[in-house]
């Protein structure tokens, strides 16, 4: 177990490194000069452009000033905000718990309307139950954040008035938005709750418990759904990092603070150290729910955490118990 932690936590570390590289390198991959596409010319005289170049450390080798950058992040340094004169990590930390409120509402949503819709049509196989409700995650899939949230403001907002169409003001302000986000991540989620089901309801140790005269519910339950729990808790891993960068969106359309809302902002108003912070905060956070995810697995089943112990963890298609 030790061992499978320190090798997950070593590839998370190598890939935070990599994602660094290419953020820092994201100043430097603007066509022509960073200075002039960050501040423009109107207002600056070179001598200024000059001052700004040696402050950012532009003058310098890049491989130096890559360095330089990555001592700071170690210091929790993210670099200042030039539209708001503060430092990067002072903001994100103000707009962070807003986005998490969000993504955390949104998961919760999903991972309830996905596995009783996929549990439903997984039971209900080649029923109407199972038809009307692949149907319908399959339009939640297709329907894009954006027009969905629009359509939430015109529909609850403007003609019902029941919820509030902007802002942040507490939970009820929190529903449409968090609506918006959860409904595509449910509908991915009840598909393969679904077919995952069905997979392991089709073993024979599922048709030996109902052969023993277990209740139906109990054979699903205990048997069918802790079985089919793996890649389903991958998937909500997958969309726990999707739901922050669907944040981006949903924030923008509802006029909600949140690093997603300060992200677009800063890309506007070419903010480089702003969306730099940003892009990294996300890819860290993202790193750390699949690290979370892929330690879970042996909570689920015992098997894994015994390859887990050896260092390589064993993915079981089934488990009877």
């Known amino acids: 177990m030790h061992k499978f932690v320190a090798r997950r936590a070593l590839e998370s570390v190598v890939a935070m490194f990599a994602i660094s590289l290419l953020v820092f390198l994201m100043l430097h991959l603007v066509p022509g000069d960073p200075v002039r596409a960050m501040f423009g010319e109107a207002g600056s005289t070179r001598e200024q452009m000059e001052t700004i170049r040696q402050q950012l450390g532009l003058d310098r080798p890049l491989p130096d000033q890559f360095v330089t950058y990555v001592g700071r992040l170690l210091r929790g340094d993210f670099g200042t905000s030039f539209k708001m004169g503060r430092p990067v990590a002072e903001v994100l930390a103000t707009q962070l718990p807003a986005t998490i409120e969000l993504a955390a509402m949104a998961m919760l949503i999903a991972v309830l309307l996905g596995l009783l819709a996929g549990i439903i049509a997984a039971v209900y196989h080649n029923t109407l139950a199972d038809t009307v409700t692949m149907a319908i995650t399959l339009i939640g899939i297709s329907v894009p954040n954006f027009w969905l949230g629009l359509v939430f403001i015109i529909v609850f907002s403007y003609y019902l008035q029941w919820l509030p169409a902007v802002g942040s003001g507490g939970m009820i302000s929190l529903i ?19 077919s995952s089901m069905l997979e392991v309801l ?47 969106i949903v924030e923008a359309v509802f006029s909600r603070s949140g690093i997603g809302r300060t992200l677009v902002t800063s890309i506007v108003g070419r903010d480089f150290p702003m969306v730099q912070g940003t892009v990294l905060l996300i890819a860290a956070i993202f790193l750390t729910v699949n690290l979370l995810v892929d330690l879970s697995y042996g909570l689920i089943d015992p098997r894994i955490k015994t390859g887990m112990e050896s260092g390589t963890p064993r993915r079981a298609a089934g488990m009877g118990s």
């Open 176 to 194: 449409l938005p968090s609506l918006t986000l959860g409904l595509w991540a449910a509908g991915s989620l009840a598909r393969l709750v679904r």
């Open 202 to 248: 089709n073993q024979d140790y599922v048709r030996t418990a109902r052969a023993k005269g277990l209740a139906r519910w109990v054979v699903i339950g205990k048997h069918g759904l802790r079985n089919a729990l793996i890649p389903v808790v991958t998937m909500i891993g997958i969309l726990a990092g999707n739901a922050l960068s669907g944040a981006i």
